[in-house]
């Protein structure tokens, strides 16, 4: 059974820090590029990074500087470090994998910037 669980949201005060964690299982984890999405109320879903099997990382240009992703193939985890957290940040942050023939979603998890 495949199963994404995302874990770290929360809220947090501008200029905060906050990392996410997307933990996996039931897939050959290695096998995947995993990403981070977002989605604010009433706006689209849109990619935040991408992380391939081999290391690789791509950021959007609107997310680089402040958004680091990692993966932690033996522990099956991917993350994505978050500074400088800014109220347009607050949005629920999706956990995707992805191979050449299967895609997967967590659940997501709400990340609330405001004092």
């Known amino acids: 059974q495949v199963q994404l669980v995302e874990s770290g949201g929360g809220l947090v005060q501008p200029g905060g820090s906050l990392r996410l964690s997307c933990a996996a299982s039931g897939f050959t984890f290695s096998s995947y590029a995993m990403s981070w999405y977002r989605q604010a109320p009433r706006k689209e879903r849109e990619v935040v990074a991408v992380?391939?099997?081999?290391?690789?990382?791509n950021y959007a240009d609107s997310m680089k500087g402040r958004f680091t992703i990692s993966r932690d193939n033996a522990k099956n985890t991917v993350y994505l470090q978050i500074h400088s957290l800014k109220p347009e940040d607050t949005a629920v942050y999706y956990c995707?994998?992805?191979?050449?023939?299967?895609?997967?979603w967590g659940q997501g998890t709400q990340v609330t910037v405001s004092s």
């Open positions: 992380i391939t099997s081999g290391g690789s990382t």
């Open positions: 995707n994998a992805r191979s050449l023939w299967y895609v997967y």
